[in-house]
């Protein structure tokens, strides 16, 4: 019964570059969420989205983000001209439902580090 | 949204119960409280959830004052694998999504 998963575990990119970071949801779950995580920091909410359609994006930052989850295959967010500021955490959690009682399944993240 | 307070660390020994703290005078009736911790180089993890009423799972009890306006994590037994942050969330139930708020939480140290 696999988890969320999450690739790359670690990504490494040049000022300028772009990071598309992927992640596979638990079996059945189809709200996928993703989360920014500075050193020493705790989770901040990036987007929710839930198959093919954005629901809430009230954490992405207005330029170079973007996320999607496609009706096949992981969801992805993508980062474009990164720059230094980026590196961090992200992870990817999943639900089956979004009602308060229902659990978030997170990934083990992404550690992007911007040289 | 109503908030959560969490003291920044604490400390336990091995073997020991441990008894985490969480203070939401400003929860609402339709609050329910969640408990995830967070490993050393991993993802949250999902620990327990309650409402009104005492939880007990395999992982840890919750324990919740009759006003709902503090909760309390229990670790029967701490060990080693049990050092990491600790976040208590409120998720309000009142209808439709809601995003989740992530605090700072409690970093536990387990001292062999």
């Known amino acids: 019964n696999a988890g969320v998963m999450q690739n790359p575990r670690h990504l490494v990119r040049r000022r300028g570059q772009e990071a598309r970071l992927r992640c596979s949801p638990m079996?059945?779950?189809?709200?996928v969420y993703w989360y920014r995580q500075l050193p020493e920091e705790g989770l901040k909410f990036m987007v929710y989205?839930?198959?093919?359609?954005?629901?809430?994006e009230s954490g992405m930052p207005k330029e170079r983000f973007s996320a999607e989850f496609p009706k096949e295959g992981p969801s992805i967010l993508r980062i474009q001209q990164v720059v230094r500021g980026d590196s961090a955490a992200y992870f990817c959690?999943?639900?089956?439902?979004?009602?308060?009682?229902?659990?978030?399944?997170f990934g083990d993240g992404t550690r992007l580090s911007i040289l | 949204d109503a908030k959560t307070t969490q003291p920044n660390s604490m400390e336990s020994n091995e073997e020991e119960p441990v008894h985490l703290p969480c203070n939401h005078s400003?929860?609402?009736?339709?609050?329910?409280i969640h408990w995830y911790r967070q490993l050393p180089s991993q993802g949250p993890e999902y620990v327990i959830h309650g409402l009104t009423s005492n939880v007990n799972n395999r992982m840890a009890s919750l324990a919740i004052a009759e006003d709902r306006k503090s909760s309390t994590l229990i670790l029967h037994r701490a060990t080693l694998r049990d050092a990491a942050v600790y976040y208590c969330?409120?998720?309000?139930?009142?209808?439709?999504?809601?995003?989740?708020?992530f605090g700072i939480g409690t970093k536990l140290q387990v001292i062999p």
């Open positions: 969330i409120l998720r309000d139930d009142s209808g439709g999504y809601q995003k989740v708020t």
């Open positions: 400003t929860i609402s009736g339709t609050d329910y």
């Open positions: 079996k059945g779950h189809s709200h």
């Open positions: 959690a999943s639900s089956s439902q979004t009602e308060a009682e229902q659990p978030q399944h």
């Open positions: 989205l839930q198959k093919e359609n954005i629901i809430d």
